[in-house]
């Protein structure tokens, strides 16, 4: 069973910045994909940003240039740099990484208010 644990959450004004690590229990060199999506209250999960094998990077159109996405093979870490942030980026954030099967973290929540 692969564990994700995320860290780095909480409250932060508009404009301010925030990092997210989320530690793999399993080492990510094997991967399909990783990264993270998030949920504000009422919406779907939405993808925030992703990592595949290949190496190519895809981020979701509302955080594209204030959000970067980067993985550590050496930690087995998957980490979330959130700049520029806005009261519209508010959502849980999770974890995900994709072995032979879809795994998640258990969410970090993320405030953005002044």
């Known amino acids: 069973q692969v564990q994700l644990v995320e860290s780095g959450g909480g409250l932060v004004q508009p404009g301010g910045s925030l990092r997210l690590s989320c530690a793999v229990s399993r080492s990510i060199f094997n991967m399909y994909s990783m990264g993270w999506f998030r949920q504000a209250p009422g919406k779907q999960r939405q993808l925030v940003g992703l990592i595949t094998r290949g190496g190519s990077i895809n981020y979701g159109d509302s955080v594209k240039g204030r959000f970067t996405i980067s993985g550590d093979n050496a930690k087995n870490t998957v980490s979330l740099q959130m700049n520029s942030l806005k009261p519209e980026d508010t959502a849980v954030y999770y974890c995900?990484?994709?072995?032979?099967?879809?795994?998640w973290g258990q969410g970090t929540q993320v405030t953005v208010s002044s």
């Open positions: 995900y990484v994709q072995f032979d099967r879809d795994y």
